[in-house]
């Protein structure tokens, strides 16, 4: 089985800075495109920041220039910088990995996974 796991939210001050990880482990060949959405009460799950195998970029509007995405191929790892964090921030950040090609039992399957999510705080 595939698996997401995020770390590094938290309790942070306006215009602080936290760095978001998500490790996706399993028997996995490649992962396509890796991403990060968040989700606030009520509202629906938005993209904020995605990233190919071959480390082409997207950002939300709302981040740009703020929020930088890198990967790790080798360690099936992406992160998410995020400075000048705004109260506006506070959300639930969602790992997802799309696209991953990998070995479940006796077969290749490919198929999106997300991550259990980790909360951001920002906040004086």
């Known amino acids: 089985q595939v698996q997401l796991v995020e770390s590094g939210g938290g309790l942070v001050q306006p215009g602080g800075s936290l760095r978001l990880s998500c490790v996706a482990s399993g028997s996995i060949f490649s992962i396509n495109v890796m991403g990060w959405y968040r989700q606030a009460p009520g509202k629906q799950r938005e993209l904020v920041a995605g990233i190919t195998s071959r480390g082409n970029t997207n950002y939300a509007d709302s981040v740009k220039g703020r929020f930088t995405i890198s990967r790790d191929n080798a360690k099936n790892t992406v992160y998410l910088q995020m400075n000048s964090l705004k109260p506006e921030d506070t959300v639930v950040y969602y790992c997802?990995?799309?696209?991953?090609?990998?070995?479940?039992?006796?077969?290749?399957?490919?198929?999106?996974?997300w991550g259990q999510g980790t909360q951001v705080t920002v906040s004086s």
């Open positions: 997802k990995a799309g696209g991953v090609r990998a070995r479940i039992a006796t077969l290749v399957s490919l198929d999106d996974y």
